[in-house]
């Protein structure tokens, strides 16, 4: 296949869609912002819209598709929200049902998709910037947690933020604020910086989702908003249907990273 992070977004969608690629995307198409999903009927929809429009730093949208539409027209020209995530999660009434490959037998003439800025988008504005990232070093899924922090109630959907992790060198941790704080479409600066267990994380070597990842000595867990909000949120909210990617599985989109940068 050879290198993903060479690749276009278009020649990994296809990947993806022609099952050949089924892993998580953190590293692929650099340059290009990858997006989490979450897949509504249109009655919880406007609620959904509301959780996120008052939840920018964990859910900042990229794109909502028209009812009943699949095509996410202004993140991607040719992408399909049924077939281009290598893994998807079906959760019915907050409970996780099924994890598949492909929704196209699960997608219904009333959803709605919304795509959510992910964090794996800055992660090459580290790399530039002589930052490693830890689970692309170790070829794993990013680090994910509950933690205690609230977000503000929209319609239905009440929940606590979840939080991805990297371990940052202590010298690099004011840079990796600085740079990735000039991406708010895809989650922003930190939420929290040292001991999780401020933000209610109980043992950082066991993460919600995603894999644990190597900390080592002289460097200092670092912790951004993460789009696996909403399914902790459907957990808790237990709408009739929710369908998302599974962690760490992402949307790649035709939108250039730098274009969301802000400074």
């Known amino acids: 296949m050879g290198k993903l992070s060479q690749k276009t977004p278009s020649e990994i969608r296809n990947l993806i869609r022609e099952g050949k690629l089924v892993q998580p995307t953190a590293g692929m198409?650099?340059?290009y912002a990858q997006a989490n999903l979450a897949i509504l009927k249109k009655e919880h929809a406007f609620d959904f819209l509301l959780f996120c429009q008052r939840n920018p730093k964990s859910c900042p949208l990229l794109d909502v598709t028209e009812v009943g539409s699949p095509f996410?027209?202004?993140?991607?020209?040719?992408?399909?929200?049924?077939?281009?995530?290598?893994?998807y999660r079906i959760y019915r009434d907050g409970e996780l049902t099924e994890e598949v490959t492909d929704i196209t037998e699960y997608w219904e003439d009333d959803m709605v998709g919304f795509l959510i800025g992910c964090s794996f988008t800055f992660e090459h504005a580290l790399l530039n910037n002589d930052i490693s990232v830890r689970h692309i070093e170790e070829e794993c899924n990013v680090p994910m947690y509950k933690t205690n922090i609230p977000c503000v109630e929209g319609g239905i959907f009440r929940g606590n933020m979840v939080a991805s992790m990297r371990p940052i060198p202590h010298k690099d941790v004011v840079r990796a604020a600085q740079v990735t704080s000039r991406f708010p479409s895809v989650h922003g600066g930190p939420i929290h910086i040292g001991d999780p267990h401020v933000i209610g994380i109980q043992d950082i070597n066991t993460p919600h989702f995603g894999d644990s990842v190597t900390i080592k000595e002289g460097e200092t867990p670092v912790f951004w908003a993460c789009g696996v909000t909403p399914q902790a949120v459907a957990m808790e909210t237990k709408p009739s249907i929710m369908i998302t990617h599974a962690p760490g599985h992402m949307f790649i989109t035709d939108i250039r990273d730098e274009k969301l940068g802000v400074l």
Do not use: L, Q, V, W
């Open 72 to 87: 996410p027209k202004f993140a991607s020209s040719s992408g399909d929200i049924r077939t281009d995530i290598p893994k």
């Open 29 to 31: 198409a650099n340059g």
